[in-house]
């Protein structure tokens, strides 16, 4: 399956769907990082819900950090 | 005199944002010179293993922990009601406040708030529990409406964002204040000179935020200490009073016995 993390596109051979915590690995990201949030196809997903939430072919993840903003 | 929002009491009336700086360190040095005890950051993508976000975020933690602050985080570059939601849920996670500067463009080329978006956000946003400062117009139904489904705060703009023209129409701001005298008005965006806070604040506003006009200074520390004097003028100006305008001219020596004088 295909799906991308903040844009980049990443592929997972045999498997129909993948948990948000494995996804997240992919981007070498571990949970521990405390300073950052996601959302799934344009929802927000808690980091209580990392190990429950699947990630199907197509779906999008966004991984957001603080930045400066007015 | 203290500035109150949703029930915490601030020193100083002054928001500001921590971005276009030309270093983290004169952000920090900017930031603590205004006295400002509300700074304003947001969110993007980025991996957590790059170490660029990381020390903006660490530097904006020190500022807080030294002025005893709060962080405001904003909805930038949400332009309907579900983004700036969903960013919203994301901040609360990472930034642990329930506090938010809701922003929902309507425009590109003036970054002008979308007021029905900006009203279906604010709805669902106090009904999950977070504690709504809108950036909106200054369009007194709309700042009404958002008084309405409950924010306390309500924060129209003077002007486009980064524009530093100023209070635009004067006439709005100030019915806006005559109108809501219950709600904490705090005037956002388009400020550039000292003087246009202190304006806002002769008006009766409760505060002001700003980035740009500190920022995008040739000396961003200096500013930001303008800014804050120019606050407190404003302030006691609005406390004690202005005097009414009059047609005329009155002399203000008293002209009796004065040299050379002529009764006419």
């Not at chain 1, 799906?3 to 981007?27: D, M, P, R, Y």
């Not at chain 2, 005298?181 to 005037?187: D, F, G, K, M, N």
Request: charged residues 15%; hydrophobic residues 40%.
């Amino acid at each position: 399956m295909n799906i991308h993390i903040n844009g980049q596109a990443f592929t997972i051979e045999h498997e129909a769907s993948i948990n948000v915590t494995a996804a997240l690995k992919l981007h070498f990201i571990t949970a521990q990082q405390s300073t950052f949030a996601v959302a799934l196809n344009g929802d927000f997903v808690s980091k209580a819900d990392y190990d429950t939430t699947r990630v199907h072919n197509g779906d999008s993840l966004d991984v957001l950090l603080p930045i400066q903003g007015g | 005199m203290s500035l109150t929002i949703y029930g915490e009491q601030l020193s100083s009336r002054l928001l500001i944002g921590s971005a276009l700086y030309p270093s983290p360190q004169v952000m920090k040095q900017a930031i603590l010179a205004s006295e400002s005890q509300v700074v304003t950051l947001s969110l993007k993508r980025q991996n957590p293993n790059e170490q660029a976000g990381q020390q903006i975020w660490q530097y904006l933690q020190e500022i807080v922990k030294q002025t005893k602050g709060y962080l405001l985080p904003n909805t930038a570059g949400c332009k309907t009601a579900k983004e700036a939601v969903t960013l919203a849920k994301m901040s609360r996670e990472i930034f642990q406040t329930d506090w938010l500067k809701l922003e929902v463009i309507g425009d590109d080329y003036n970054l002008q708030p979308d007021p029905i978006e900006l009203l279906n956000a604010t709805e669902q946003l106090i009904a999950e529990g977070f504690k709504v400062l809108p950036y909106c117009t200054d369009d007194l139904v709309l700042c009404q409406r958002l008084y309405d489904l409950g924010c306390q705060v309500i924060m129209p703009w003077a002007s486009p964002i980064g524009t530093g023209k100023g209070l635009m129409n004067p006439y709005n701001l100030e019915t806006i204040r005559l109108r809501l005298p219950e709600a904490t008005l705090i005037l956002d965006a388009g400020i550039g000179k000292p003087s246009d806070a202190c304006l806002a604040m002769e008006m009766g506003y409760d505060g002001v935020l700003l980035n740009s006009a500190v920022a995008l200074a040739d000396n961003p520390v200096m500013m930001a200490k303008a800014f804050a004097q120019a606050l407190k003028a404003g302030e006691q100006g609005y406390v004690a009073g202005v005097m009414e305008q009059r047609q005329t001219a009155h002399p203000s020596t008293p002209t009796l016995d004065t040299p050379f004088w002529h009764q006419n």
